[in-house]
């Protein structure tokens, strides 16, 4: 493993950061967050998944949106699994799904905060010309990753493309999901950097030629020593040694314009 924070020289290329959006961006309060998603759930689909059945039933649907192997989004695997544990139709599942994000998810925002540091990484990576990504795990819609980018305080930032569950197939850890992800924004794996605080879903990405930094919390640190993942990690910091990176780095867009 490099020394923690620093890259090896081949980082020159990179002109492209994915940043993880939970835990990287925007903080969470997990405690009764989850008490209250589901009993806002559970009363919006009252009459179409019995209320004894809807955990069961919601939580099939999460994990078979995130394993499938077919075309299909995840979104629409995700729809289609609650439909088969409900007792009315496709539409009114797709219908009630749309209504709990417009109106009982946006409800749940005071759990979600922005961590230091983050939005002035974005920004001075914009001003020194790289492409931003949100790179968060898809599997769930566009409106719920732009509730919580808001509540990062990074929302009214131009964003050069976002994962959700409508526009991805696949899902974290997969390989398959950073494949899908390097051919919608048309770039080389050697060109991006992965910023994430999870090794077992942000790491994975580095099989595939992908830089990895991540953020030094001590979950990390116990990731790194259970999964010996420190071979396969260029660095690890806080966002203020990654701004330290990107300032004496920059893309080399950046670094090598073109004479007068």
């Not at 539409?91 to 983050?118: M, N, Q, W």
């Not at 994962?163 to 991006?192: D, M």
Request: aromatic share 10%.
């Amino acid at each position: 493993m490099e020394t923690p924070g620093s890259f090896p020289s081949s980082s020159a290329e990179i002109d492209t950061l994915l940043f993880d959006l939970d835990g990287t961006l925007v903080d969470i309060t997990w405690r009764g967050l989850e008490l209250v998603f589901m009993l806002r759930a559970i009363r919006r689909f009252r009459g179409a998944i019995a209320p004894w059945k809807f955990y069961f039933a919601f939580w099939d649907a999460v994990k078979t949106s995130k394993r499938h192997m077919t075309d299909r989004t995840n979104h629409q695997v995700l729809l289609e699994t609650l439909h088969a544990h409900s007792t009315t139709t496709l539409e009114d599942i797709t219908s009630r799904v749309h209504a709990y994000i417009d109106e009982d998810f946006a409800k749940l925002a005071g759990y979600f905060s922005p961590i230091p540091g983050a939005r002035e990484t974005i920004l001075l990576a914009r001003d020194l010309g790289y492409r931003v990504v949100v790179a968060t795990n898809p599997s769930m819609p566009y409106q719920t990753v732009r509730l919580r980018l808001d509540r990062a305080g990074v929302g009214d930032i131009d964003y050069d493309y976002i994962t959700h569950s409508e526009n991805s197939t696949r899902c974290k850890p997969s390989l398959e999901y950073y494949r899908e992800l390097l051919g919608a924004i048309g770039a080389r794996p050697a060109q991006c950097l992965m910023i994430g605080n999870d090794i077992e879903k942000d790491l994975p990405a580095r099989e595939i030629g992908i830089l990895t930094y991540m953020l030094d919390t001590p979950h990390v640190h116990r990731q790194i020593k259970r999964l010996a993942a420190a071979q396969r990690l260029q660095g690890c910091g806080d966002f203020v040694r990654l701004q330290g990176w990107l300032r004496a780095s920059g893309p080399r867009s950046t670094r090598e314009a073109p004479s007068p």
